[in-house]
């Protein structure tokens, strides 16, 4: 082959590398991955109240991506059997911005979300709150329920964990002002862009879709993975992607050649990708079974059938346990 010849054919490879690879990730597909190994893991309680909140044909995948949608929507959104207004306001609640090279790391938390917990760990706190408050409305459980799903999947993407402190104080929001280049002349990217979208080879593309992605993952999750990753709390899900984005990411992009991209970067960080969307999926379906926790159902003590020397009360609950680790 000769140079001209070479060239081309580099360049059209890199260029459908990069083109499929935009579907996964924390993209629209990556969210769609999260939820659906979250709903294969979801309690037969979580299920129900689901399909109570979302109808009896809903699931969490048609409502991954809504928060979204809704940061820049000019119009009411659709999203899986409701509608949403747009909700511009909403658009820091997809992250935690943790400064890399902080010295306390968990204290800088706090910073980062500000006192109206205007972050995803608080966002997903509150709203596990309105999910377990037998007072919620439906249309304030759609709601809850949609941005859990959601913003569990972009608290497991490293960047939306850690931003850099410019020199000049600001923030480089998340990678989003590092500048990025693909090789043999792609268009120009960032940091963060790279990770939402572009992780994904294009040699494994064209025979996936959601379902079979995550269903490649979820065989590779181990019962004991799931009981380890289920013990995490919100912050430590945070922790983890602020360590992963100062251990690597940065360093990498701040490495000679660091800003430019190439197929040996996606096969470096892909493994980081899968346990990540594993992990997120894995977490929903936990938080999900901890918060929908079976409905107390009234049976009689033994004392009714006669034991006269227990002072047990009449009638007692019986809680089944939720299939959810204690978080
Ligand atoms: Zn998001």
């Known amino acids: 082959m000769n140079m001209r010849r070479r060239m081309v054919f580099s360049f ?3 260029a459908l590398f990069f083109s499929q690879s935009k579907l996964w990730a924390w993209g629209p597909v990556g969210h769609e991955v999260v939820a659906l190994i979250a709903d294969s893991r979801l309690s037969p309680d979580a299920k129900n109240q689901i399909a109570a909140i979302l109808g009896s044909n809903g699931n969490l995948e048609e409502i991954a991506n809504c928060a979204d949608w809704i940061k820049h929507a000019k119009q009411d959104v659709s999203c899986g059997n409701f509608t949403l207004p747009p909700m511009p306001e909403t658009a820091s609640w997809h992250f935690v ?8 790391p968990s204290g800088a938390i706090a910073s980062a979300c500000g006192p109206d917990g ?5 966002q997903i706190e509150s709203h596990l709150q309105i999910l377990s408050d037998s007072s919620s ?10 941005f859990v799903t ?13 931003t850099e402190i410019l020199p000049d104080g600001t923030s480089d929001r998340g990678g989003n002002l590092k500048k990025m280049s693909f090789e043999s002349g792609g268009k120009a990217t960032n940091l963060h862009a790279l990770w939402d979208d572009l992780i994904e080879p294009a040699s494994e593309a064209k025979d996936m879709d959601p379902e079979s992605l995550a269903q490649t993952l979820e065989g590779e999750i181990s019962d004991q993975d799931a009981v380890i990753w289920s013990q995490a709390s919100l912050a430590d899900m945070a922790l983890e992607g602020y360590e992963i984005a100062q251990n690597q990411i940065y360093p990498d992009y701040h490495a000679p050649g660091g800003d430019v991209v190439t197929s040996s970067y996606e096969d ?7 346990e990540r969307l594993e992990k997120a999926g894995v977490r929903l379906a936990a938080l999900l079974n901890k918060t929908f926790k079976p409905i107390p159902v009234l049976v009689p003590s033994p004392s009714i059938l006669g034991s006269a020397n227990q002072k047990l009360p009449k009638i007692e609950k019986l809680l089944i346990p939720a299939l959810g680790r204690a978080w």
């Open 97 to 104: 911005d943790i400064p890399i090279n902080s010295q306390d």
């Open 137 to 146: 409305s439906l249309e304030q459980r759609q709601q809850a329920l949609m």
């Open 150 to 162: 959601h913003l569990v999947g972009d608290l497991h993407q490293p960047l939306h964990n850690a």
């Open 268 to 274: 470096q960080m892909r493994p980081i990708v899968d």
């Open 12 to 14: 059209l490879i890199l």
């Open 118 to 122: 205007q972050c995803s760990i608080d």
